[in-house]
T-cell receptor, first 112, second 111 residues
Framework: RKEVEQDPGPFNVPEGATVAFNCTYSNSASQSFFWYRQDCRKEPKLLMSVYSSGNEDGRFTAQLNRASQYISLLIRDSKLSDSATYLCVVGDVQAAGNKLTFGGGTRVLVKP | ETGVTQTPRHLVMGMTNKKSLKCEQHLGHNAMYWYKQSAKKPLELMFVYSLEERVENNSVPSRFSPECPNSSHLFLHLHTLQPEDSALYLC??????????FGQGTRLTVV
């Protein structure tokens, strides 16, 4: 089983619609969770951190379910500029270091 | 601009060349990472340095050699690479369980 797993998509989303997707992780001791956005041929950029209580940033809502070991991202009122690959990232602070594991990404295509 | 700078941005090298990638951060972070991203593939963790000590070597071939002389700088020394090593090489830094900041990457082509 992969450490961090995502549906690769693509999710084809009409402009203005809502889209949601999940990411599962295998290490129950994981401590930090993030969603990154990556545009074609560019570096990943932080979209939002994911907190235990869930959090919202404008049109984006992230949730963490520790019992089932998944995090989710919901995008409301999709814009054309939301087209990108969304990367789920899980962090483990080990005794000797800080491990960050990336999922394979979920591709989202917003169309007019 | 994330505060993590990578140079060069693009690199073309022959299989017999030796080159180095450089990453620099002045964000006060205590961990630095090298990732490899091949075309249409997910990011692959290569190396992690925490407090200047290498704590992760993800089965990377010895033709890739990292160096972390201090907490602000990270290098990736390359020698006798193969064409399949062509990829985007990304450096990132973070502190403990905070988010990671990425450099813009070096797009490497091995010919």
């Amino acid at each position: 089983r992969k450490e961090v797993e995502q549906d690769p998509g693509p999710f084809n989303v009409p402009e203005g619609a809502t889209v949601a997707f999940n990411c599962t992780y295998s290490n129950s001791a994981s401590q930090s969770f993030f969603w990154y956005r990556q545009d074609c041929r560019k570096e990943p950029k932080l979209l939002m951190s994911v907190y235990s209580s869930g959090n919202e940033d404008g049109r984006f809502t992230a949730q963490l379910n520790r019992a089932s070991q998944y995090i989710s991202l919901l995008i409301r009122d999709s814009k054309l500029s939301d087209s990108a690959t969304y990367l789920c990232v899980v962090g483990d602070v080990q005794a000797a270091g800080n491990k960050l594991t990336f999922g394979g990404g979920t591709r989202v295509l917003v169309k007019p | 601009e994330t505060g993590v700078t990578q140079t060069p941005r693009h690199l073309v090298m022959g299989m017999t060349n030796k080159k180095s990638l450089k990453c620099e951060q002045h964000l006060g972070h205590n961990a630095m990472y090298w990732y490899k991203q091949s075309a249409k593939k997910p990011l692959e963790l290569m190396f992690v340095y925490s407090l200047e000590e290498r704590v992760e070597n993800n089965s990377v071939p010895s033709r890739f050699s990292p160096e972390c002389p201090n907490s602000s700088h990270l290098f990736l020394h390359l020698h006798t690479l193969q064409p399949e090593d062509s990829a985007l090489y990304l450096c990132a830094s973070r502190s403990w369980d905070t988010e990671a900041f990425f450099g813009q990457g070096t797009r490497l082509t091995v010919v």
